[in-house]
């Protein structure tokens, strides 16, 4: 069964730090998501990629956040100058679309703790 | 804009019977609708679809309806197990020619042996 790869499983940061979350998404899945989730609260969309650039995205995805597809495989997320407050999972999902309907694959998410 | 909701932050039910999980949206006309299976700490499962003009769908202890007209979906397990214990989502797909698939807050169902 194909699956979506995350790394790292866990980082722990500085504030203001930089950190990048890593995704191999499958193969021949076409969009590409992020999305994140804070303790014992629902997953939020953060953004979804398709054609080698951000197709939609929501208000959390601010000018600290970015996503690339540097080559072909590799999809990262990255936080420029993290807080506190974006310490969560981030999970990376790839779409597969059967029939007109949209199925998504996680990751098994990346844990970030920003002290 | 739309919305989604699961009534039921948690919900516990003794081995064997049947758990019936809520899920409500609003202000959209959904094509189908999607359940998920979160455990603790990893990213969520895609476990079925139903569709806008399917009444109910069925995989293995698993019974998904969806009323267009009430604007709900149930989500059953029959026969419930401990190791069906997990949080549960319902998802909207995307709308208005994006991509975003759109997640409740989660039902958590806790099987007491």
């Given at each position: 069964e194909p699956e979506v790869t995350q790394t790292p499983s866990h980082q722990v940061t500085?504030?203001?730090?930089?950190?990048?979350?890593?995704?191999?998404?499958?193969?021949?899945?076409?969009?590409?998501?992020?999305?994140?989730?804070?303790?014992?609260?629902?997953?939020?969309?953060?953004?979804?990629?398709?054609?080698?650039?951000?197709?939609?995205?929501?208000e959390i995805f601010d000018d600290q956040f970015s996503v690339e597809r540097p080559d072909?495989?590799?999809?990262?997320?990255?936080?420029?100058?993290?807080?506190?407050?974006?310490?969560?999972?981030?999970?990376?999902?790839s779409l597969s679309q059967s029939s007109g309907a949209n199925v998504l694959t996680f990751g098994a998410?990346?844990?970030l703790t920003v002290l | 804009s739309q919305k989604i909701e699961q009534n039921s932050e948690a919900l516990n039910i003794q081995?064997?019977?049947?758990?019936?999980?809520?899920?409500n949206y609003t202000n959209y006309s959904p094509a189908y609708l999607q359940w998920y299976r979160q455990d603790p700490g990893r990213g969520p499962v895609f476990l079925l679809l139903i569709r806008e003009n399917e009444k109910e769908k069925r995989k293995e202890r698993l019974k998904v309806t969806f009323d267009t007209t009430l604007k709900q979906s149930l989500f059953h397990i029959t026969a419930s197990q401990p190791a069906d214990s997990a949080t549960y989502l319902c998802a909207l797909p995307p709308s208005g020619g994006y991509q975003k698939v759109t997640f409740g807050t989660g039902t958590k169902l806790q099987v007491i042996p």
């Open positions: 500085q504030m203001g730090q930089e950190v990048i979350l890593r995704c191999v998404p499958i193969s021949n899945h076409l969009y590409f998501y992020w999305y994140r989730q804070i303790l014992g609260q629902k997953v939020e969309f953060l953004v979804s990629f398709y054609n080698n650039e951000i197709s939609e995205k929501s072909g495989s590799n999809f990262t997320l990255k936080i420029r100058s993290t807080k506190l407050e974006d310490s969560a999972m981030y999970f990376c999902a998410g990346s844990r | 081995e064997g019977k049947t758990a019936t999980l809520t899920c």
